[in-house]
């Protein structure tokens, strides 16, 4: 097996597990609630702790990475990661619960600081179109696998033997990766002066788009999560009653996103990204408005068309960000990641308010309002040239 071909199967099994960690308490929120005793809003936290110590760390790790080498941040935060998924099946309360959350997710935060730099370095330039389409597919792959897991393990025995079981699969992970991730051959380290760096953030802060995009990630997430978290206590709840493992089933949609993001790449050249934006921005609204109605399978449907909508946005405003950051484009993309997972740890969570003072309905009103702003933002970016 080359080089080239390790180092892709070794940084897609690292993505597939880090994302298959960090949403692991997805499915099992109404569990956590009944067993600590905790609101809904409160054990989406377990939720928001991962994805906003993740988006916190993403910049800073990076330019360490730039500096210091990509290999061994992505070992030990894979090595890390693993530890503290079994910290969180072992934990005895809710804050122990909590911050085993937090500690996973600043461990994650190192692999996809480093690893699309890491493509970037070592990979062929005619491969890199599609190591980068690889990772980024068992990304998707492990947040669809992590939640069936978890809820189909806690509705056979319980919900610590689920989050025990991401616990190896993370440990064993982090073990073939070690082994399998060849030595950097091409890395340079990069300076990391407090003055190139101000540059760079002013630069990026006076472009007239990427403001604008970091946004848009920022809000897309934070929906995306909002309606999962709290879809599944709707489904939990009568005249539905659906178990973990029938909650976790529907993240099988994810595959339909995944889909979506394909055929979204092949027609930006086509339609234009911000015709796509504002395009798929509706179709996100449409679909939360149909989850509003009362059959299952009609709920199903409008999840399914929402989160193609979710998958297009995000596809076209990651590939536009990488487009506009030009030389500047590993700080750009780092940028647009910690707005991105930012988004879904406090819209995620703060989705609980409404919840709680009115439903599920409550919760879509205020999402389409987040949506709204996906849309303000897109009929701003039209006004730009798409480069």
């Avoid at 949403?23 to 009944?34: E, H, N, R, S, V």
């Avoid at 796509?276 to 999840?303: E, F, K, N, Y």
Wanted: glycine share 12%.
């Amino acid at each position: 097996m080359t080089d080239s071909l390790r180092a892709q199967l070794a940084l897609a099994l690292a993505g597939f597990t880090c994302f298959a960690l960090l949403y692991g308490t997805q499915p099992i929120l109404p569990q956590l609630t009944d067993e600590f005793g905790v609101s809904p809003a409160t054990a989406s936290l377990t939720v928001a702790a991962g994805t906003a110590a993740m988006a916190i760390l993403l910049i800073p790790l990076s330019l360490l990475s730039d500096r210091y080498g990509r290999e061994r941040l992505m070992r030990w935060g894979l090595a890390g990661a693993g530890a503290f998924a079994f910290g969180t099946a072992l934990a005895p309360d809710f804050l122990l619960l909590f911050l085993c959350r937090i500690g996973l997710g600043a461990s994650i935060a190192g692999v996809p600081a480093a690893a699309m730099a890491y493509l970037g370095d070592e990979i062929p330039p005619e491969r890199r179109a599609r190591a980068m389409g690889l990772y980024i597919a068992a990304n998707a792959l492990g947040g669809m696998s992590g939640r069936f897991i978890v809820a189909g393990v806690t509705e056979w025995l319980d919900w610590r033997y689920g989050l025990a079981t991401l616990g190896v699969i993370g440990t064993a992970s982090a073990i073939v990766f070690w082994r399998m991730l060849p030595p950097a051959r091409h890395f340079t380290p990069r300076s990391m002066q407090p003055r190139a760096l101000a540059a760079d953030l002013r630069a990026i802060a006076a472009d007239p788009g990427l403001p604008k995009l970091f946004g848009i990630g920022f809000l897309v997430l934070g929906i995306f999560v909002g309606a999962y978290n709290y879809l599944g206590f709707r489904l939990n709840q009568p005249p539905y009653n659906l178990g973990p493992a029938a909650i976790g089933a529907i993240f099988v949609l994810y595959a339909i996103g995944s889909a979506s993001s394909a055929l979204t790449g092949h027609a930006v050249n086509r339609l234009g990204r911000s015709r796509i934006v504002l395009a798929m921005s509706l179709c996100m609204a449409v679909g939360l408005v149909i989850t509003l109605a009362a059959p299952l399978s009609v709920i199903i449907l409008g999840l399914a068309v929402f989160t193609i909508g979710f998958f297009a946005v995000h596809t076209v405003a990651s590939g536009w960000v990488g487009r506009r950051g030009g030389s500047r484009r590993g700080l750009v993309s780092a940028l647009y990641l910690s707005s991105y997972y930012l988004g879904g740890s406090v819209i995620g969570s703060a989705a609980g308010w409404p919840w709680g003072h009115g439903g599920w309905p409550g919760v879509v009103v205020v999402l389409i309002a987040c949506v709204s702003g996906v849309i303000a933002i897109a009929m701003v970016l039209r006004r730009l040239p798409e480069n």
